[in-house]
């Protein structure tokens, strides 16, 4: 027999401020983004500000375009968007730089001042 999953308990709050973040490809994208994510939290005032920010956070790709908000529970969400906003909040152009390698040692206590120097001399 089906039935209909139970539903999920909301998460309980996790800290005081959360980073709500949006990107898109274009700094009019992004600007429509934020709008929409201002508006979307004007209609929903229950909304569990600690699971958008991490759906905003976790469940989106970034895009070269990016603007973020810290905001608590006790704000207007909307009204703090739209005044970050007009201050030009726009972060254009993901980096293309590569990392070098980097090698990583485990903490083990076996570690000494200049260890890995023959490793940093060979890539040099």
Not at 34 to 61: H, I, M, S
Not at 88 to 110: A, C, E, T, Y
């Amino acid at each position: 027999m089906l039935e209909q999953a139970s539903p999920e308990a909301a998460s309980e709050p996790s800290r005081q401020t959360q980073f709500l973040l949006c990107s898109a490809r274009t700094a009019s994208a992004l600007k429509t983004r934020c709008e929409d994510l201002a508006d979307y939290f004007r209609a929903n005032k229950a909304l569990n500000l600690d699971d958008a920010a991490y759906t905003l956070q976790v469940g989106r790709k970034p895009f070269e375009y990016r603007a973020a908000f810290a905001v608590s529970e006790k704000d207007d969400i909307a009204s703090i968007i739209g005044k970050q906003w007009h201050k030009d909040q726009i972060d254009g152009g993901l980096s293309d730089h590569k990392p070098d390698i980097v090698f990583m040692f485990s903490g083990q206590g076996s570690q000494y001042p200049g260890m890995a120097k023959e490793l940093l001399v060979e890539q040099a």
